[in-house]
């Protein structure tokens, strides 16, 4: 069975420009998170998707957006890029939003903001 | 709101050595409780969690972990460690009471088996 896959692995971006990271699910699977990953702060919880739906977000400014498709793939945008973007997107899925659900993680994609 | 600490940011340990990774979560309600390991250039890969019942949970690659919901900890332990364990290790906390299902990571613990 094909795990969480996410595209690109790798991108490098300029300040201000606008990017588009992309997750596929296992199947089956109907949420997908992301989660931004920076040098020396862990996880930090970016956004949940279930059914189509945003569930949640963190604290997050408003250039973070995504979506959620009918297969449930998901896509994570981030407007007017900043230095300080630069980090590892992880994308998750689950196969519901309940408390007890394993999250299964993608191998991410690093994003250099320069 | 719920926070997660992992004290040690680096554990160096040698081969064949016992190593426990200590992780702490801030409030005393019924929480879910998750050790994920991270390989380098990989995702999060899931060691073991704890939902309910007995308080020694074991989980992948030998790795166990005490629940203890008097110290609000829930620390993460191998009694022999091998190269291939090298990895940061993320605990995580998911609270049932928050309202809000997401997951609230420490900010890791590296550990670095030495031959």
């Known amino acids: 069975e094909a795990g969480v896959t996410q595209s690109p692995t790798h991108l490098i971006k300029t300040r201000g420009q606008q990017v588009t990271l992309r997750c596929s699910p296992i199947s089956g699977h109907t949420s997908v998170y992301w989660y931004q990953q920076a040098l020396g702060l862990g996880l930090q919880f970016l956004l949940w998707y279930d059914e189509g739906e945003e569930r949640n977000r963190g604290n997050f400014p408003p250039r973070f957006s995504g979506r959620q498709f009918p297969n449930y793939s998901s896509e994570l945008n981030v407007n007017a890029l900043e230095l300080e973007d630069s980090a590892l997107y992880l994308c998750a899925s689950s196969l519901g939003g309940g408390y007890t659900d394993t999250q299964y993680f993608g191998p991410g994609t690093r994003l250099t903001v320069l | 709101a719920q926070s997660v600490t992992q004290l040690d940011s680096q554990v160096p340990v040698f081969e064949e050595a016992p190593v426990e990774l200590r992780c702490n979560y801030s409030s005393s309600v019924s929480v879910y409780l998750f050790w994920y390991v991270q390989y380098p250039n990989q995702g999060l890969q899931l060691l073991l969690k704890y939902l309910s019942g007995s308080t020694l949970v074991k989980g992948i690659n030998g790795f166990e972990a005490e629940f203890n919901k008097s110290q609000t900890s829930f620390h993460l332990r191998k009694p022999s460690v091998h190269i291939s364990d090298t990895a940061e290790y993320f605990c995580?906390?998911?609270?049932?009471?928050?309202?809000?299902?997401?997951?609230?990571f420490g900010t890791g613990t590296r550990l670095k088996v030495l031959a």
């Open positions: 995580a906390v998911s609270d049932p009471t928050s309202g809000t299902y997401k997951y609230i």
